[in-house]
């Protein structure tokens, strides 16, 4: 019988260890705190979760809208390109654009045989070159119409 008293003690004392273990209303509840605050911690994981694929669809939208820009100034840029050639086709001056090489370079030698270097120096100054070859595409034309007017 002591043994079965034993037994019926120890059970009693196990029933009311798990029943304070499930009311703890935080005096001794470190384990009901820990697992306050792995929820917390586990919420607030999914906010930034949440939070960052927001930001990365926020982010990939302002890349979109700013292809989006950047394509429809590429073509307006485009059309007045083409308009500016129009212009240009319609008044008899050529459109085709300049090879330093093949359309300018021998008249430049020419020019510096005839007119001399500083002659020469002097036009590059112009046109913010140390040489022919360094001339600025788009100054190209208005360069061999100097030269030619020279």
């Known amino acids: 019988m002591s043994l079965e008293q034993a037994i019926n003690d120890h059970a009693a004392a196990i029933r009311e260890l798990a029943s304070a273990i499930l009311n703890m209303s935080g005096a001794n509840g470190a384990p009901a705190v820990a697992v306050k605050t792995e929820v917390k911690a586990t919420q607030s994981k999914e906010e930034l979760i949440k939070q960052a694929i927001a930001g990365g669809e926020a982010k990939l939208a302002a890349k979109k809208k700013a292809e989006a820009e950047a394509k429809a100034a590429k073509e307006a840029e485009a059309e007045a390109d083409k308009a500016a050639e129009e212009d240009l086709a319609g008044s008899g001056e050529p459109v085709t654009e300049l090879d330093y090489a093949k359309d300018v370079e021998e008249k430049f030698k020419a020019f510096l045989k005839a007119k001399g270097r500083e002659a020469g120096l002097a036009l590059l100054g112009k046109y913010k070159a140390k040489s022919g070859s360094q001339v600025a595409q788009a100054d190209l ?9 020279a």
């Open 141 to 149: 034309a208005a360069f061999l119409a100097d030269i030619e007017a």
